[in-house]
T-cell receptor, first 112, second 116 residues
Framework: SQKIEQNSEALNIQEGKTATLTCNYTNYSPAYLQWYRQDPGRGPVFLLLIRENEKEKRKERLKVTFDTTLKQSLFHITASQPADSATYLCALDLSGNTPLVFGKGTRLSVIA | NAGVTQTPKFRVLKTGQSMTLLCAQDMNHEYMYWYRQDPGMGLRLIHYSVGEGTTAKGEVPDGYNVSRLKKQNFLLGLESAAPSQTSVYFC???????????????FGQGTRLTVV
């Protein structure tokens, strides 16, 4: 069956450290993978998109990798800050008029 | 530029009542989506539309109907509300979904619905 899994429901990390979140998928062939941030009581907000032929994408303190062999994406936040505390969702972009498929999210807490 | 606007933000319904959730976007996006989000379940797609006048079923369509009479609006209807439909509902839109460009989704602020 098709599955998309994010490694843990919650992740606690000390301020200044690098947070690493994992997104694994089974029986999908995404052309792209997207990452979103969701704050409590708000809708998700798009952060980054990475294409299947890109190994890595960076945006300020954020870095995303995409390994189609392992069927995995890693999302890194370097020099994490308490303001980075939120739930992070990965989404598979399957192309061909198919809507995004979302993982359940990982709730990140950055502790000062 | 308002983006995606959902109406209402909160609603309490009695079992068996009906209601319509309205989603409006001002970005001229072709694609619009309705998701529900429940604790531990993530975002699940209810229905979606790839253009004005079109609709399609998502993962959890039962108990819901939708209409896309105008490009900028996507309506989600509950004909006979049930407690299992208590959830937070999110509308989203995107320019395209072909995986080429501009596929990122823009979300509304959500509608918190409670059915008692």
């Amino acid at each position: 069956s098709q599955k998309i899994e994010q490694n843990s429901e919650a992740l606690n990390i000390q301020e200044g450290k690098t947070a690493t979140l994992t997104c694994n998928y089974t029986n999908y062939s995404p052309a792209y993978l997207q990452w979103y941030r969701q704050d409590p009581g708000r809708g998700p907000v798009f952060l980054l998109l990475i294409r299947e032929n890109e190994k890595e994408k960076r945006k300020e303190r954020l870095k995303v990798t995409f390994d189609t062999t392992l069927k995995q994406s890693l999302f890194h936040i370097t020099a994490s800050q308490p303001a980075d505390s939120a739930t992070y969702l990965c989404a598979l972009d399957l192309s061909g008029n198919t809507p995004l498929v979302f993982g359940k999210g990982t709730r990140l807490s950055v502790i000062a | 530029n308002a983006g995606v606007t959902q109406t209402p933000k909160f609603r309490v319904l009695k079992t068996g009542q009906s209601m319509t959730l309205l989603c409006a976007q001002d970005m001229n996006h072709e694609y619009m989506y309705w998701y529900r989000q429940d604790p531990g379940m993530g975002l699940r797609l209810i229905h979606y539309s790839v253009g004005e006048g079109t609709t399609a079923k998502g993962e959890v369509p039962d108990g819901y109907n939708v209409s896309r009479l105008k490009k900028q609006n996507f309506l989600l209807g509950l004909e006979s509300a049930a407690p299992s439909q208590t959830s937070v509902y999110f509308c989203a839109s995107s320019y395209s979904s072909t995986g080429l460009t501009n596929t990122e989704a823009f979300f509304g602020q959500g509608t918190r619905l409670t059915v008692v």
